[in-house]
């Protein structure tokens, strides 16, 4: 065998080890197309009652983008203070708000009854719905979301619920999109919204 032969040769033998490297490397990363399209391991289906006393579930809010935010009524600061944000957020969209929802789901079921949550949500904007429901119902939805919350006793008696702050962002489907960024304008959250309406 010449020596070019040789060379030829091992030039071939490099090529198809490389083009066999590759292609093992292909086939090992994830497929970016697959993870696009699969759901969303945030969210899913629940059933509770709003703040008329009725039972609604996941269902019930499909068929346009809404947001869910977690918190509980004798929340001292970041629950009001975020709901107020969203509700201002609301009214800078207009007629535009009626194409969107909010639920604030409690984490304290224990004393937020619907009647307690209809007086405390009159506070902020009318497409803002309070959702609670047993026990059971919370703890189901607090894990499909997963949400961080923990009852903490009170030195003087009682309790506050320290918990996660996100808003989450769900598409007409009902699926998670991302966190919704309240740390913004009310201006510049109603147009990243109105984006998505």
């Known amino acids: 065998m010449t020596i070019y032969a040789r060379v030829l040769a091992l030039l071939a033998a490099f090529i198809l080890g490389g083009v066999a490297l590759v ?34 579930t996941d269902a019930d809010f499909k068929g346009k983008p809404f947001l869910v935010f977690f918190g509980f009524i004798y929340c001292p600061d970041i629950c009001p203070t975020t709901l107020f944000e969203i509700s201002e957020m609301l009214r800078r969209l207009g007629p535009d708000a009626e194409k969107t929802t909010v639920l604030f789901i409690t984490v304290d079921p224990e004393r937020d009854t619907p009647a307690k949550m209809k007086d405390y949500i009159s506070s902020f904007h009318p497409r803002i719905f309070g959702l609670t429901g047993t026990a059971a119902e919370i703890e189901a939805v607090v894990k499909a979301y997963r949400v961080y ?9 009682g309790y506050t619920i320290d918990h996660s702050a996100v808003i989450y962002l769900m598409d007409k489907n009902g699926q998670f999109v991302a966190p919704f960024n309240m740390k913004q304008t009310a201006d510049a959250a109603a147009a990243d919204l109105r984006r998505r309406l």
């Open 149 to 157: 919350a923990k009852k903490v006793p009170l030195a003087g008696g």
């Open 23 to 56: 292609a093992v490397v292909m086939l090992a990363l994830p497929d970016r197309a697959g993870v696009a399209t699969r759901p969303s391991a945030i969210g899913g289906p629940f059933r509770l009652l709003d703040q008329d006393g009725r039972a609604v």
